[in-house]
């Protein structure tokens, strides 16, 4: 009797024991089960916002790529002209243009780099933009995918991207306007007592030792490199880079205006880096055929190589 309550007893254990272990199998496959759904949701989630984001052209931090195919003829922007001019202003306050049409709800995109512009209104702020510039403006129209552009002019001077050789009396590097390299100098006084433009007015170059005419812009390379700017003993690939306010005698009216300049050296022309000589090429090349200097990117500051040799 005794020995047939102890079998009982192994048995009711044994039988306790198998569903304690099968009641905790299912809590944890339960509890997994929740877990990946969980993490599954949130990702979806993640990519579904991801997704809409990109469709809907909200802001990022940069423009989109540039659009591989769009038009120019359909219906976007207008500034009223194809070049704006920044204005002098009251201190704080920056030179707003607005489109003078209504193209829609929309979302708006520039490219290169530099243009300061209000994605869901079209505005431009002038003052803050990268001026003496082309870009083209892109407008995707709410509920489409069709980029409208327009190309647009912001006052103002630059630099080419260059390589001067000195032997070869390449000593000037003289700025251009209005992103057109065959435009006249606007900085040229018709006589004793006219307006000039004025250039450094921050002293930028004068503190680093780049030597320009505060009338023309015009940098004088050799006696930038005679001063010192790249420090005492020159190395290849020493550069330096100013930040060169400036006003013009133009549409302007004395707005003041500012552009980046980075000048690097080096003792021969063989000895600046292919990858560097194609870039400026192609930086070049575009300048000259008056279109965008670059799609993607910031186009500033220009590069100016300087060489004693080729």
């Known amino acids: 009797m005794k ?24 809590i944890d496959q339960q509890q997994t089960t929740s877990h990946s759904n969980s993490t599954s949701n949130i990702d979806t989630s993640l990519l579904q916002h991801h997704d809409s984001t990109q469709a809907n052209g909200a802001d ?23 070049i704006i001019f920044p204005q002098p202003t009251a201190p704080l306050q920056d030179y707003i243009v607005k489109p003078i049409n209504n193209p829609g709800t929309g979302k708006y995109f520039s490219w290169p780099e530099g243009l300061v512009l209000n994605s869901t209104t079209g505005a431009i702020d ?16 709410e509920g489409t995918r069709d980029t409208c552009l327009q190309t647009l002019i912001i006052g103002g001077a630059a630099f080419a991207d260059s390589v001067y050789v000195l032997s070869n009396s390449q000593r000037y590097a003289n700025p251009y306007f209005n992103a057109n390299p065959n435009l006249g100098a606007v900085c040229a006084g018709s006589g004793p007592g006219s307006p000039t433009c004025q250039w450094d007015l921050n002293s930028a170059a004068k503190l680093s030792q780049v030597i320009i005419d505060n009338h023309t812009g015009v940098i004088d390379l050799q006696q930038t490199l005679n001063s ?5 003993i020159l190395i290849n690939g020493a550069s330096v880079t100013v930040d060169i306010y400036y006003s013009l005698t133009d549409q302007s009216n004395g707005a003041i205006q500012h552009t980046p300049v980075k000048l690097i050296y080096y003792d021969k022309k063989s000895n600046v880096p ?18 965008l200097i670059m799609l993607g990117g910031n186009p500033r500051p220009p590069l100016i190589i300087i060489t004693r040799d080729n």
């Open 3 to 26: 020995m047939k309550m102890q079998t009982q007893r192994f048995l009711i254990f044994f039988f306790a024991l198998i569903l304690f272990f099968a009641c905790k199998k299912s």
């Open 60 to 82: 990022t931090t940069s423009a989109p790529p540039y659009p591989s195919s769009a038009s120019f003829s359909c219906p976007g922007p207008n500034y009223g002209d194809s």
């Open 126 to 141: 002038v003052t803050a933009s990268a001026t003496g510039q082309r870009y083209n403006i892109g407008f995707v129209k």
């Open 228 to 232: 010192g700017a790249f420090g005492p």
């Open 274 to 291: 292919p990858s560097l000589l194609n870039q400026i090429l192609n930086r070049e090349v575009n300048i000259v055929d008056q279109v």
